[in-house]
């Protein structure tokens, strides 16, 4: 067929036509050929992961070479002055891999590794990485000396140090988290603001800002005013227009290009001071380019009684660092609270505002405020501490250093002092030791990760809980003040000897409890028990939220497929009780991997009839293989 010369057509005829064709191509293709994996949802699972937080600038200089970089005054060799540049970069995290790998860490976040404004601003460098000029390329200070740091133009080479950090991480079988900020670019250096880079050419400028790229609206002056807190400038940073979509489309961009290089997980700056709208968009496109992608957002002093912080985790599509709980710890922990463990308490009892409040990333300390060892230096506190996060409900995160029992308390550990250079690589230190052990726990027992929080004795200073999921059971004593013995304490444990995963000392578990359990000062049991795990071709991980059950209640998923019954209420999966608010389990798909099902959630309650939801039944296709998540919501129930 001789096809007409498109010169006929006008433009837009011919447009028209191209598209159709394209479709029609859609159309008469096989079902066999419709990628079924859009289909369904490809969920990472975090909540095994032990996180690691390095200060890139302050971890280990790898590479002499690369530490003067373009401008050499803003690095300081003899690592005196706090703001500036000290050599840190990604040859020395390599460096570090297996270190990090043997204390039991899985996941690694870094500091920004975007190109920075390479200028002081109030005689500080951007060591930190905030300070972004060109979100598409890698700040030449990190990598090798003459390496290309544009994303875009080694696509296909993928030979920077950076890539041999992520090649190295997925080779240990280990995550890289990068840091991201979306809110703001750079501040006011020597008269250039806000200068923004498409990997290399100048695309935005705050005082030349023609393509409206940025708010204009001067610095917050009132922090209750949620309008001013989204749109004025922080501390004196260029803060992105995001109603404009092309800013929209280059940020987007350039996280996605990080993402095809192997970045495993997000962490995001500052979403405090931008409109959860935004945030819907960003992390849905994210989730369409890497389903598998994990993203955990900085809202600053997030809180469980902060209705803003709670719909945020709840609603942007990402969870959020456990500020709340950081502040109890140090509270309870570092500053000696008259309340003690009773603060702490106060949080994991507002659990349920949260929809996932075993995905909350939990921390002691972190680059923005004083070591805990500089509010209390005592390291049986610490370990006391570490033990909490890396066994309560969360994700935890350690700061850099806290293993080697790094702090400087100049300006009582305010920041930078906060951000020392790493000095010591011990591995016998009892923190590196107790955070091996208990990582090892929670990858192990998905008590710990996955399980319901359960107080079993609860003084200011003695805390007993016990984390519990299926026949799966960790129990954790805490204490924070002096020898003491407790008379008898519930464990959930079965009956026998169990021994301690950190001192190896045994205790003797009778009808479910301990008798005269012995605390020493400062001492941290933990006994873990794992039970029967769930296997199959397909775990599906149903979250079910808004579910407000009495005792005797208990939920269980219903469906058209044999795993949930046939439709028989009396054969549905069941789930398990985490808290007020939320429902969970891992559902073995054997036989219907793979094919289209319907359920919908049920409540059965002894002695009466149970209740359905009232709602058209959800329908899905299976992963053939692997681990999805489904995350609902309860639809009031009818009782039939
Ligand atoms: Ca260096
Ligand atoms: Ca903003």
Same mark, same amino acid.
């Given at each position: 067929m001789v096809k007409t010369p498109p010169s006929l057509y006008s433009a837009g005829q011919y447009q028209v036509e191209n598209a159709n064709a394209e479709v029609e191509a859609l159309v008469e293709a096989p079902a066999s050929e419709i990628n079924l994996e859009f289909l369904y949802t490809r969920d990472i699972e975090f909540r095994q992961e032990t996180i690691y937080f390095v200060v890139v600038d302050r971890f280990y200089d790898g590479d002499r070479d690369n530490s003067e970089g373009h401008n050499p005054e803003l690095y300081d060799p003899q690592g005196e002055d706090w703001g500036k540049y000290w050599g840190g970069d990604l040859q020395g995290v390599i460096d570090k891999l297996d270190y990090l790998k043997d204390m039991g860490v899985s996941a690694i976040w870094l500091t920004p590794l975007f190109e920075q404004v390479e200028e002081l601003f109030v005689g500080n460098a951007a060591m930190h990485g905030y300070?972004?000029?060109?979100?598409? %390329? $890698?700040? @030449? %200070? =990190? $990598?090798?000396?003459? &390496? !290309? @740091?544009s994303l875009n133009n080694t696509q296909s080479t993928k030979d920077t140090t950076f890539d041999r950090l992520i090649a190295e991480l997925h080779k240990r079988k280990m995550k890289l988290i990068l840091d991201i900020v979306c809110n703001h670019s750079s501040p006011d250096t020597q008269g250039s603001k806000g200068e923004l880079y498409d990997d290399g050419i100048? $695309?935005?400028?705050? +005082? !030349?800002d023609v393509n409206h790229w940025y708010h204009h609206y001067g610095e917050v002056q009132n922090w209750e005013d949620e309008w001013q807190v989204q749109n004025c400038e922080l501390a004196g940073l260029a803060t992105? !227009? &995001? !109603?404009?979509v092309e800013y929209r489309n280059y940020i987007k961009l350039a996280i996605k290009q990080w993402l095809d290089r192997g970045v495993d997980a997000l962490r995001v700056d500052t979403v405090k001071h931008m409109p959860i709208w935004f945030w819907q968009e960003f992390t849905s496109d994210m989730y369409n380019h890497k389903p598998e992608v994990f993203i955990f957002g900085e809202w600053i002093y997030s809180h469980p009684s902060d209705d803003r912080s709670v719909e945020f985790a709840n609603n942007s599509g990402m969870t959020i660092l456990d500020f709340g709980l950081c502040v109890a710890i140090r509270a309870a922990l570092a500053q000696g609270a008259e309340g003690g463990f009773h603060v702490i308490q106060e949080i994991f009892d507002q #659990?349920? %505002? =949260?929809?996932?409040?075993?995905e909350l990333v939990t921390f002691i #300390?972190? +680059?923005?405020m004083p070591r805990f060892q500089s509010l209390n230096p005592d390291p049986a506190m610490l370990k006391v501490a570490i033990a909490l996060i890396m066994t309560s409900r969360g994700i935890p995160c350690i700061y850099y250093g806290t293993e080697q029992y790094l702090h400087n308390d100049t300006d009582g550990g305010n920041d930078p002092y906060n951000r020392p250079m790493m000095e010591n690589w011990d591995t016998d230190t009892d923190i590196y030791r107790y955070i091996r052990l208990l990582s090892g726990v929670r990858r192990l027992n998905p008590a710990v990760s996955m399980g319901s929080h359960w107080a079993k004795y609860l003084t200011p200073d003695v805390y007993c809980y016990v984390r519990r999921y299926r026949s799966s059971v960790c129990f954790v004593a805490l204490n924070r003040g002096e020898d003491v013995t407790i008379p008898e304490v519930p464990t959930d444990l079965p009956d026998g000897e169990h021994t301690c995963v950190v001192t190896r000392n045994k205790y003797e578990v009778k009808d479910g409890k301990i008798y005269d359990l012995q605390l020493e000062a400062r001492g941290v049991i933990v006994l873990s028990h794992v039970g029967e795990r769930v296997k199959a071709q397909t775990i599906i991980r149903a979250q079910l939220n808004g579910v407000h059950t009495q005792p005797g209640e208990t939920i269980v998923v219903v469906g058209d497929c044999p795993e949930l019954g046939n439709w028989d209420i009396s054969k549905g999966y069941p789930l398990e009780y985490i808290n007020s608010n939320t429902w969970f389990g891992e559902i073995p798909f054997n036989e219907s991997a793979g094919k289209l099902i319907s359920y919908k959630y049920a409540m059965w309650r002894e002695g009466q009839s149970p209740l359905r939801e009232n709602t058209l039944n959800r329908r899905w296709v299976v992963a053939k293989e692997g681990t999805v998540k489904w995350r609902d919501t309860w639809v009031s129930g009818r009782e039939s």
């Amino acid at each position: 067929m001789v096809k007409t010369p498109p010169s006929l057509y006008s433009a837009g005829q011919y447009q028209v036509e191209n598209a159709n064709a394209e479709v029609e191509a859609l159309v008469e293709a096989p079902a066999s050929e419709i990628n079924l994996e859009f289909l369904y949802t490809r969920d990472i699972e975090f909540r095994q992961e032990t996180i690691y937080f390095v200060v890139v600038d302050r971890f280990y200089d790898g590479d002499r070479d690369n530490s003067e970089g373009h401008n050499p005054e803003l690095y300081d060799p003899q690592g005196e002055d706090w703001g500036k540049y000290w050599g840190g970069d990604l040859q020395g995290v390599i460096d570090k891999l297996d270190y990090l790998k043997d204390m039991g860490v899985s996941a690694i976040w870094l500091t920004p590794l975007f190109e920075q404004v390479e200028e002081l601003f109030v005689g500080n460098a951007a060591m930190h990485g905030y300070w972004t000029k060109d979100f598409k %390329r $890698i700040n @030449p %200070r =990190y $990598i090798g000396k003459g &390496e !290309n @740091p544009s994303l875009n133009n080694t696509q296909s080479t993928k030979d920077t140090t950076f890539d041999r950090l992520i090649a190295e991480l997925h080779k240990r079988k280990m995550k890289l988290i990068l840091d991201i900020v979306c809110n703001h670019s750079s501040p006011d250096t020597q008269g250039s603001k806000g200068e923004l880079y498409d990997d290399g050419i100048k $695309i935005a400028d705050f +005082h !030349n800002d023609v393509n409206h790229w940025y708010h204009h609206y001067g610095e917050v002056q009132n922090w209750e005013d949620e309008w001013q807190v989204q749109n004025c400038e922080l501390a004196g940073l260029a803060t992105f !227009n &995001e !109603n404009n979509v092309e800013y929209r489309n280059y940020i987007k961009l350039a996280i996605k290009q990080w993402l095809d290089r192997g970045v495993d997980a997000l962490r995001v700056d500052t979403v405090k001071h931008m409109p959860i709208w935004f945030w819907q968009e960003f992390t849905s496109d994210m989730y369409n380019h890497k389903p598998e992608v994990f993203i955990f957002g900085e809202w600053i002093y997030s809180h469980p009684s902060d209705d803003r912080s709670v719909e945020f985790a709840n609603n942007s599509g990402m969870t959020i660092l456990d500020f709340g709980l950081c502040v109890a710890i140090r509270a309870a922990l570092a500053q000696g609270a008259e309340g003690g463990f009773h603060v702490i308490q106060e949080i994991f009892d507002q #659990d349920d %505002r =949260y929809n996932g409040a075993t995905e909350l990333v939990t921390f002691i #300390d972190n +680059h923005d405020m004083p070591r805990f060892q500089s509010l209390n230096p005592d390291p049986a506190m610490l370990k006391v501490a570490i033990a909490l996060i890396m066994t309560s409900r969360g994700i935890p995160c350690i700061y850099y250093g806290t293993e080697q029992y790094l702090h400087n308390d100049t300006d009582g550990g305010n920041d930078p002092y906060n951000r020392p250079m790493m000095e010591n690589w011990d591995t016998d230190t009892d923190i590196y030791r107790y955070i091996r052990l208990l990582s090892g726990v929670r990858r192990l027992n998905p008590a710990v990760s996955m399980g319901s929080h359960w107080a079993k004795y609860l003084t200011p200073d003695v805390y007993c809980y016990v984390r519990r999921y299926r026949s799966s059971v960790c129990f954790v004593a805490l204490n924070r003040g002096e020898d003491v013995t407790i008379p008898e304490v519930p464990t959930d444990l079965p009956d026998g000897e169990h021994t301690c995963v950190v001192t190896r000392n045994k205790y003797e578990v009778k009808d479910g409890k301990i008798y005269d359990l012995q605390l020493e000062a400062r001492g941290v049991i933990v006994l873990s028990h794992v039970g029967e795990r769930v296997k199959a071709q397909t775990i599906i991980r149903a979250q079910l939220n808004g579910v407000h059950t009495q005792p005797g209640e208990t939920i269980v998923v219903v469906g058209d497929c044999p795993e949930l019954g046939n439709w028989d209420i009396s054969k549905g999966y069941p789930l398990e009780y985490i808290n007020s608010n939320t429902w969970f389990g891992e559902i073995p798909f054997n036989e219907s991997a793979g094919k289209l099902i319907s359920y919908k959630y049920a409540m059965w309650r002894e002695g009466q009839s149970p209740l359905r939801e009232n709602t058209l039944n959800r329908r899905w296709v299976v992963a053939k293989e692997g681990t999805v998540k489904w995350r609902d919501t309860w639809v009031s129930g009818r009782e039939s």
